[in-house]
């Protein structure tokens, strides 16, 4: 009778964080950047679609300019 052993599983590459703390930062900062403009455009009478675009608007612009500042 031959002895059989149980297969070893193949080994898994290790896997690395799902967001860098680089990539968190920016994303957060650019967060706080779009969630500012935004509240400031709605302090100052404009509308609530008005501040949501200006919101939008300055995050998404902040986020190279961040990835090249934050490093």
Do not use: N
């Not at 898994?12 to 968190?24: D, I, K, M």
């Not at 009478?45 to 490093?71: D, N």
Request: hydrophobic share 50%; net charge negative.
């Amino acid at each position: 009778m031959s002895s059989s052993s149980a297969p070893t599983p193949p080994e898994q590459p290790e896997r690395g964080p799902f967001l860098t703390v680089h990539t968190a930062l920016v994303l957060l900062t650019a967060v706080v950047v779009g969630l500012v403009m935004g509240g400031l455009v709605f302090i100052g009478g404009g509308t609530a679609a008005e501040a949501v675009f200006t919101g939008l608007g300055a995050g998404g612009a902040s986020v190279p300019v961040l990835r090249g500042l934050i490093g």
